[in-house]
């Protein structure tokens, strides 16, 4: 069996609420393992800390505990629980990926452009950028007509194209996806399930926060299901609640 690329181990995270001198428990003691050309799903309640499971492992989030070992491209181990930001600068151009739950974008920006600027932030030429992007624009069935508009007005599966393409138009060995497909009609979210199973054969290892069952066994391979907690006091006792499952056949 393949050896693991992301080891996540007892990992914790809360937020401290100055203001009001209130501890918000969020993420707590998940363990996982991750290896290449697999994808985990990842369940659980609403407000249970999965988004901010993936903000850890993107490190938009500094966890409060805990380990995310990445084993890199070159066999090194590094713990982003402690990387510099440096290093996780140089980690998101090069490694991870992660399409994020919203689009946040500038009101003036074409969705090409939106689309093409992390390649164009790599220094990739703008016409090359531009025609990466309008591939993947077509694979993800976003009419041609609207690549020219800012994706501000589009409506909520227009703007989660965008941000799918977006999130995976640079090559990752890791992708971390937020719910996305949850708002995709059928055959948008078939093209996309399509896409994310190309990468998946290729290599590319992910973690998904995914709701549909039906998505889960057409895209996972396992299950990781975090836990809610009702109290900071909870949030330090649920332990190995947070458990891995492999996904029955
Ligand atoms: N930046 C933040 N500051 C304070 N509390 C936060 C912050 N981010 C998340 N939280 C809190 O952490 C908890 C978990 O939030 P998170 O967004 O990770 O949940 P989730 O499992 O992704 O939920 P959903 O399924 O609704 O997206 C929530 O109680 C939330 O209010
Ligand atoms: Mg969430």
Redesign the pocket.
């Known amino acids: 069996m393949t050896d693991w690329m992301l080891k996540v181990e007892k990992l914790d995270k809360q ?1 401290y ?1 100055h203001a009001q001198q209130r501890l ?4 707590c003691a998940v363990d996982l393992e991750l290896r290449p050309s697999q994808l985990l799903a990842i369940t ?10 993936l ?1 850890c492992i993107w490190r938009s ?1 500094l966890p409060s505990g805990g380990r995310i070992w990445l084993r890199q491209a070159d066999g090194q181990l590094l713990d982003l629980a402690l990387a510099t930001e440096q290093q996780m600068l140089t980690l998101r151009r090069t490694e991870i990926g992660f399409v994020t ?1 919203f689009l946040h974008c500038l009101p003036r920006k074409s969705a090409l452009d939106v689309v093409a600027q992390p390649l164009l932030d790599d220094g990739v030429a703008a016409r090359l950028a531009r025609d990466r992007a309008a591939e993947l624009l077509t694979r993800l069935n976003m009419p041609a007509h609207l690549w020219n508009v800012a994706p501000a007005t589009f409506s909520g599966g227009e703007q989660q194209r965008v941000n799918l393409a977006r999130g995976l138009i640079r090559p990752a060995r890791l992708l971390l996806l937020d ?1 996305p497909t949850a708002s995709l009609d059928p055959l948008s979210r078939d093209c996309a399930i399509a896409l994310l199973r190309e990468r998946k054969a290729a290599g590319t290892a992910m973690l998904a ?1 995914l709701h549909d069952p039906a998505l889960v066994s057409a895209l996972a391979d396992g299950t990781v299901r ?1 836990q809610a907690h009702s109290s900071p006091a909870d949030a330090a006792q649920t332990g190995s609640a947070n458990t891995q499952e492999r996904q029955a056949a």
């Open positions: 937020f609420l918000i428990p969020s993420t659980g309640p609403s407000g249970a800390g999965k988004s901010s499971l903000k989030y739950q719910e926060i975090v």
